[in-house]
């Protein structure tokens, strides 16, 4: 029987994000680490895999914010950490953009834009697709490349792109998102709409 944990990562940790991810986790069936926001990261990844085992189901949407800081910060630290943990078992990730100091950037499989169109171009922090195919700039994403993440789906701003993905609105870009995560994963029934196995084992 496969005990792992379950997991979304989000690289992104501010306030919007936090808000978005905790309405998309209550309107699907996931669990959100409310506590993973921070911008910076503040929990470690010792601490994050604590608090995810503690989750009552399956997947765990947790956040990853390294607020621009040049170099690994605290949230791609804690990122690593938790991707590689013998207990984890990553789903996919959800990098996103940002207006970045030193431009890091990372593959993705497909973006999304603020239209919610799939595309195999990069997308900017509003949204808006850039000339670049299978690649995102952004501030906490450059470690993924490193990582074995089954699917990479790149989007703008989470809860903003010019209000698109607003929490008002549903956040409908960043829920566009995570469920393709889920069904390219087999986690999440496409016809049902439904989550297909939501508790810990498989």
Not at 99 to 105: A, D, F, G, L
Not at 125 to 148: A, Q, S, W
Not at 154 to 181: F, H, N, Q, V
Request: some cysteine; proline content about 4%.
């Amino acid at each position: 029987m496969n005990t792992k944990r379950r997991v979304i990562l989000v690289t992104d940790g501010d306030e919007y994000t936090k808000r978005t991810l905790e309405h998309i986790a209550k309107e699907i069936g996931a669990r959100c680490i409310s506590k993973s926001q921070g911008n910076p990261s503040r929990l470690t990844g010792p601490e994050l895999i604590e608090l995810i085992k503690q989750a009552p189901c399956d997947p765990v949407l947790v956040m990853f914010d390294d607020s621009g800081i040049v170099g690994e910060g605290s949230g791609e630290s804690a990122l690593k950490y938790v991707a590689v943990h013998q207990d984890i078992e990553v789903l996919g990730a959800v990098a996103v953009a940002a207006k970045s100091r030193h431009e890091e950037w990372a593959r993705v499989d497909v973006s999304i834009d603020r239209e919610g169109e799939l595309t195999p171009y990069g997308v900017d922090k509003f949204g808006i697709p850039e000339l670049e195919i299978g690649r995102i700039n952004g501030d906490t994403v450059y470690c993924l490349d490193e990582l074995n993440i089954p699917i990479i789906v790149g989007i703008g701003d989470i809860g903003k792109m010019a209000r698109r993905d607003s929490y008002k609105l549903g956040s409908p870009i960043t829920k566009k998102a995570i469920e393709l995560i889920l069904e390219r994963s087999g986690f999440f029934d496409t016809e049902g709409g439904k989550m297909a196995n939501p508790d810990i084992s498989k």
